[in-house]
C-alpha cells in the first residue's frame, strides 16, 4: 500500500525569503504559509511591502523592509525570523533582476557601473544572505537549507532577444557558488539548491512581456502548455520540496523550471 502522508509539508519550519514582497518570490511566500510554514519575507520597494504585508498579514507570515544589497538586511530578516516565530530553518533568496538600467547588455556595449551594479544585485546580493543564513546554521549546529534562484540564461543562452551579458555570468555564478557551498557544508547537513526559470511574469521582465516578438519567440522556446510565458506559481511546488524534507537527500542540485526552455532550439520570429 502507498503511505499516506502525516501533515503539511513545511508544518513546523520558519522560512525566510529574500525578495518576497513580489513576484516569484510572493508567490513562494503564499505556497511557504499554506504548506505550513511561518514565513518572514522581505522586499526593497515600500509599495510592494505595504501590499505584501496586507496580503499575508496574520499568524503565519510577516513582511519586512531591506534590501539584499545591503550585508546586514538578511541578518535583520533571520533575527526577525528568530524574534517572532523562535526559529529559522531555511531561506529562499529570490532577489535579484535586470541589469540593463544600470549599463548591462552584450559585452561590447556593458559599461563599468553596468557590471558592477548587476553583479552587486543578483550574486553580492546571495553571497550576504547565504552567509547569514549559513553562520546561524552553523552556530545552532542542526543543519538548513538553501534555495537560491538562478536563471535558464547561466547555462541556455538567447544570443538574439536576451543579451545581458553581465546577468548572465551573475546568474552563472550562482550556480558555481552554489554547488561550492553545496559541497563544503553537506556533511553539517546544510543543503543547497538552485532554481532556474525560464522567462516568468514578473515585475522584472515587464519589457519581454511587451514585446511581441519575443511572445513569439517563448511559442516555440518554451513549448511545454501552450507555449507560454511562465507564471510565478509555476515554482511554488519546486520551491516547497526543494526547502522541504521531503528533499533532506538532494543538495548542490540545479532544477529548471522553464516550459521547455532549455532544452528546445527556439523559432525566432522573422523582422518586419
Not at 537560491?148 to 541556455?156: M, P, R
Not at 543543503?191 to 514578473?202: I, Q, S, W
Request: aromatic content about 6%; overall charge neutral; proline content about 4%.
Amino acid at each position: 500500500m502507498c503511505s499516506q502522508s502525516t501533515g503539511l509539508a513545511l508544518e513546523g519550519k520558519v522560512l525566510v525569503v529574500i525578495g518576497g514582497s513580489t513576484g516569484i518570490g510572493l508567490s513562494a511566500a503564499r505556497a511557504f504559509v499554506s504548506a505550513g510554514a511561518k514565513v518572514v519575507a522581505m522586499g526593497v520597494d515600500p509599495a510592494g511591502v505595504e501590499a505584501a504585508s496586507d496580503e499575508l498579514k496574520g499568524a503565519a507570515a510577516r513582511v519586512i523592509l531591506g534590501d539584499a544589497c545591503d550585508p546586514q538586511a538578511s541578518l535583520l530578516a533571520i533575527q526577525q525570523a528568530l524574534q517572532t516565530f523562535g526559529g529559522f530553518d531555511g531561506l529562499y533568496h529570490v532577489a535579484g533582476g535586470s541589469g540593463r538600467k544600470f549599463g548591462d547588455g552584450p559585452l561590447h556595449e556593458l559599461t563599468d557601473a553596468g557590471w558592477h551594479a548587476t553583479l552587486d544585485l543578483n550574486l553580492t546580493s546571495v553571497v550576504y544572505s547565504n552567509r547569514a543564513a549559513v553562520r546561524h546554521f552553523l552556530s545552532r549546529g542542526r543543519g538548513g537549507v538553501v534555495l537560491n534562484v538562478g536563471s535558464v540564461l547561466a547555462s541556455s543562452p538567447s544570443p538574439a532577444l536576451f543579451a545581458t551579458h553581465a546577468y548572465a555570468a551573475a546568474k552563472a555564478g550562482i550556480e558555481g557558488f552554489t554547488r561550492a557551498c553545496a559541497a563544503h557544508y553537506a556533511a553539517r547537513n546544510i543543503r543547497f539548491n538552485v532554481l532556474a526559470p525560464g522567462l516568468t511574469a514578473t515585475p522584472m521582465s515587464e519589457r519581454a512581456q511587451k514585446d511581441d516578438r519575443i511572445a513569439s519567440f517563448i511559442r516555440t522556446k518554451q513549448p511545454v502548455d501552450g507555449g507560454r510565458i511562465g507564471k510565478p506559481t509555476d515554482l511554488d511546488a519546486a520551491a516547497v520540496f526543494l526547502i522541504s524534507d521531503d528533499s533532506r537527500f538532494v543538495t548542490g542540485q540545479v532544477l529548471a523550471v522553464d516550459g521547455g526552455w532549455s532544452v528546445t532550439e527556439g523559432q525566432l520570429p522573422a523582422i518586419s
